[in-house]
């Protein structure tokens, strides 16, 4: 099973909106992550978790908060953002990394936000 | 320079025909190289990996990695008009423990 599951499909909030993204996860995978994707250009990295712990932070804005409450689950925390911040939102989930090598990543559906 | 180039297309193709995907990268010691399949509205799909120099072939699928030149391809035979879409390259880069994507090439296969 190489699912990931990501809730909402979709996400219209306003700015002074709070809202959250969740993603889940069942491939026993230790290391996940979250990119965002405009439209017609390829997904950028924003956070790495691994073994729960974050790992790498792309010096993503405060506006964007995650958060990992288990090896499954994933949750990005949405507050005061931005319309530039409409985009695609991508959950992904591997294997833990090794220094000079990767394991396959396996991404959710997306949540589609826009930010009015 | 980029450190995964791809040519954006539209690479167009008829249906049957062989599509020839390319991808270079810049750092000499990457090791890990991935294929993606995107539609258009939909997320990235995961459709090959390759670790070593050589062929590795799956179905239709047939990834090239070339170390030495620092490129990495995608071959689909018999091309069907159900593989239009964006192909994202994406390699690991030394010292960064997440991939890193190409800017994605569009493939349009003509019925």
């Known amino acids: 099973d190489t699912e990931v599951t990501q809730t909402p499909k979709h996400l219209v909030m306003g700015m002074t909106n709070k809202k959250s993204l969740k993603c889940e996860q069942h491939m026993g995978h230790r290391a996940m992550y979250w990119y965002k994707q405009k439209a017609k250009k390829p997904p950028e990295l924003m956070f790495v978790?691994?073994?729960?712990?974050?790992?790498i932070n792309e010096s993503v804005p405060s506006r964007f908060s995650p958060e990992c409450p288990n090896s499954s689950l994933l949750n990005l925390h949405l507050h005061a953002l931005q319309p530039e911040d409409s985009a695609l939102y991508l959950c992904?989930?591997?294997?833990?990394?090794?220094?000079?090598?990767?394991?396959?990543?396996?991404f959710g559906p997306g949540t589609r936000l826009t930010v009015t | 320079q980029k450190e995964v180039e791809q040519n954006s297309g539209p690479l167009s193709v008829p249906e049957g025909a062989i599509a020839s995907l390319n991808c270079t990268y810049s750092d000499r010691v990457s090791q890990s190289f991935f294929w993606y399949r995107q539609y258009s509205g939909k997320s990235p799909e995961l459709i090959m990996s390759?670790?070593?120099?050589g062929d590795k072939e799956d179905g239709r699928f047939t990834a090239q990695l070339n170390k030495a030149s620092q490129y990495v391809s995608l071959l689909i035979r018999d091309s069907q008009p159900s593989d239009s879409a964006t192909y994202l390259c994406a390699v690991t880069v030394t010292g960064r423990r997440a991939l890193t994507f190409g800017s994605g090439t569009r493939l349009q296969v003509q019925p």
């Open positions: 978790y691994s073994y729960e712990k974050l790992s």
């Open positions: 390759i670790y070593s120099n």
């Open positions: 992904a989930s591997s294997q833990i990394p090794g220094l000079k090598s990767s394991y396959e990543q396996y």
